[in-house]
């Protein structure tokens, strides 16, 4: 028997801002977290992000330049079905850890063909265990940098069972270091 699935579209458009995706990504990162979805990532997919958590997809973005009349639009589709079983999912009580969390940010410079989603998922895979979440603070690209693109992202640390060292955090941030110099040769400032 056919069944139709609920689809929800979202859509922004604005003259002149290349950035577009990033404030439709946030708008769906705050809209995610204020109906209880916490674990959301936004995977590189050819031209596209696809939208997933905890392992299951649950819509996509896309950014479409309109290059004659200077305008720039992201529009996202978000499968409901989807969303609404992880919701459902989640809210599950889970105790907050006994542990603080240590940040650390970390700002790189790397080629102007280098996907932010892939240096995201890089970065998690440095430190699978200790590192709970990574987040994009800040992107820029200037003439000064020779046209290569500034990243800027927050690395929070946490274990489940102590309280991080500063040595251990500054081994696993090594790591990340290393990773991004080896995967994208980034230059850390």
């Known amino acids: 028997v056919p069944r139709e699935r609920l689809l929800v579209g979202i859509a ?4 002149k801002n290349e950035k577009i995706t990033l404030e439709l990504k946030g708008v769906l990162t705050v809209f995610f977290e204020k109906i209880g979805l916490l674990a959301c ?4 997919e050819g ?28 529009v996202a589709e978000i499968d409901m079905d989807a969303l609404l079983g992880l919701v459902e999912g989640e809210k599950e009580f889970e105790e907050l850890s006994k542990y603080p969390s240590v940040m650390r940010d970390i700002s790189l410079l790397v080629g102007s063909d280098v996907r932010i989603g892939r240096v995201l998922e890089e970065i998690q895979k440095a430190s699978p265990v200790l590192i709970e979440n990574v987040d994009l603070m800040d992107e820029y690209m ?48």
Request: proline letters at 1%; hydrophobic letters at 40%.
């Open 12 to 15: 922004l458009a604005e003259k």
């Open 41 to 44: 990532r936004f995977v590189e």
């Open 47 to 74: 031209n596209m992000l696809r939208i997933e958590s905890d392992h299951k997809v649950i819509g996509f973005l896309e950014a479409t330049p309109h290059i004659k009349k200077q305008m720039y639009s992201a």
């Open 142 to 189: 200037d003439e000064k940098f020779g046209g290569k693109q500034s990243l800027t992202f927050r690395i929070v640390f946490q274990a489940n069972d102590r309280t991080l060292t500063d040595a251990e955090v500054d081994k696993e941030f090594s790591k990340v270091v290393s990773v991004l110099k080896k995967q994208f040769k980034a230059e850390i400032r």
